[in-house]
């Protein structure tokens, strides 16, 4: 996986307070956004601005009843203003966007109408969604808050989308990325005003090269987790988080494939695809996809369901809490690890289950799905044990933890130590794997059975 700082090109400073362009002069004519932005300030609370704005900015096509729906939103939403509202508020609505991208890009992959899967330089896989979908996230994001004030860190760089191996990928990421940005109004977000040319898509995506570290607040954006699942038809995320001195305060993460059903979740996506042509349409069989989200110290975890195409994003009045799971005995608790075996050791987690007592057979699922399934109370556990000398990215999760944290949840490392968010790009001094469990009784079994087994396993 290379990093995303390899672009020299179209590489500008991004640190926050330092200028961002050499040459500012051609976000001109779509930077509107964050003048609209400061003009309902003036007029009104600081945390209220972003509803009104929403609201104010959405396609008339829509129900009236939508509208009321949103309207009632913005009242309730203006009566407790509370810290990184408006980021949240940003997030979920772009992690929406990134979502219903993805799975236009899912579905011409799996049709084979279009959209190759690109390699980059360390062969894993790549697609128009993964760079779609950062330059989306970051012109929103930029535009909402100020280029100056946004500084992301992300997975991809131009270099790898301006060598890809195949023809057209940079023209199919730029229509891409405008088809989205057009419906940005039904999400509550303001679009450009006239198309992005190939430089303003370049620059946003070359925009996210910050590193993170200790002080200072950025974004740490996975714009597609598990794309190898993505690239399966199978499940995959958007991961989107605000990490603010270190710590992580905002997590949102989109889950398209995700299945209402969660028996589903043990199958290959593609049957799900299967059977839903098969069997007629019920509200509990064919829904599926969901945005789950947290603030840090809320105490509280989020899910709403995916946006409905043509409809006016109904924030946040459509979200329902989640939890994790109650289950805190082994032989009924469901635990879940990476898909591939290259990526976790799935011997030596198959070792620990054993001697900790559980008894299900492992869920294996790609991405950052599984930190939605404990969050949501689906599984209880999920271990990874990466090979020797793979070094995590904090990208791929910092917004999974604070989710299960504030769900309920335990996350460490597997020596029970928390993940250190502040180091960089990767997650240094990490000891091990990385261990997520629904309650504290299960993490404690797990932390010992690690150190128990782990002189007489070899990963
Ligand atoms: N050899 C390796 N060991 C562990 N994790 C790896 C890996 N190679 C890639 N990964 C990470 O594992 C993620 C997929 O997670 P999972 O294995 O749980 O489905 C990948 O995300 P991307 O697909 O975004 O690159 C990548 O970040």
Redesign the pocket.
């Known amino acids: 996986?290379s990093l995303n700082c390899a672009s020299l090109v179209f590489r500008v400073p991004c640190i926050l307070g330092q200028p961002r362009r050499a040459n500012t002069t051609k976000l001109t004519s779509t930077s509107y956004v964050g003048s609209c932005l400061s003009t309902h300030r003036k007029k009104s609370h600081q945390n209220n601005s972003f509803h009104i704005f929403s609201q104010l900015n959405f396609n008339q096509n829509n129900s009236s009843s939508s509208v009321m729906e949103d309207k009632r939103n913005l009242v309730l939403s203006s009566m407790e203003p509370e810290k990184y509202s408006k980021e949240l508020d940003v997030a979920v609505r772009v992690v929406q966007m990134a979502c219903s991208l993805c799975q236009k890009v899912q579905d011409s992959l799996i049709s084979k109408t279009n959209s190759p899967v690109h390699s980059k330089d360390d062969n894993?896989p790549v697609t128009v969604a993964d760079w779609s979908v950062q330059a989306m996230v970051s012109w929103i994001l930029s535009e909402s808050f100020g280029c100056r004030n946004v500084s992301i860190l992300a997975?991809e760089d131009v270099q790898s989308l301006s060598t890809a191996d195949a023809t057209g990928p940079l023209d199919a990421v730029v229509k891409t990325v405008n088809d989205c940005l057009i419906e940005a109004p039904h999400f509550g977000l303001k679009g450009p005003q006239v198309p992005l040319g190939t430089s303003d898509v370049l620059e946003a995506i070359s925009r996210c090269n910050s590193t993170g570290g200790p002080t200072g607040r950025f974004w740490a954006l996975?714009p597609?987790?598990?794309?190898?699942?993505?690239v399966r038809g199978d499940q995959?995320a958007v991961a989107l988080a605000l990490i603010e001195d270190g710590e992580v305060v905002l997590g949102v993460l989109g889950c398209p494939n995700y299945p209402m059903k969660k028996e589903w979740l043990s199958y290959h996506h593609r049957y799900h695809r299967i059977i839903s042509k098969l069997t007629p349409p019920s509200s509990e069989s064919w829904d599926k996809g969901c945005v789950i989200y947290a603030r840090k110290g809320s105490g509280e975890a989020w899910m709403q369901p995916l946006h409905q195409k043509n409809k006016l994003l109904a924030w946040p009045n459509s979200k329902k809490p989640v939890r994790v799971s109650s289950i805190d005995n082994p032989a009924l608790a469901t635990f879940c690890e990476?898909?591939?075996k290259?990526?976790?050791s799935h011997s030596f987690t198959a070792g620990l289950a054993h001697s900790v007592g559980l008894r299900k057979q492992p869920l294996r699922?790609?991405?950052?799905v599984?930190y939605a399934a404990i969050a949501r109370g689906d599984a209880e556990i999920f271990m990874?044990f990466?090979?020797t000398g793979?070094k995590?990215?904090i990208w791929?999760h910092a917004a999974g933890v604070i989710i299960i944290q504030e769900a309920g949840g335990v996350v460490t490392d597997a020596g029970g130590s928390p993940l250190d968010f502040s180091k960089g790009i990767f997650l240094e001094g990490l000891d091990r794997g990385i261990i997520a469990c629904a309650g504290a009784k299960l993490h404690e079994k797990i932390i010992r059975a690690v150190d128990a087994s782990w002189n007489s396993s070899s990963l």
């Open positions: 996986m894993s997975e996975d597609v987790d598990g794309t190898l699942g993505f995959y990476p898909f591939e290259s990526n976790s699922v790609y991405s950052m599984k990874k990466a090979r793979y995590e990215k791929d």
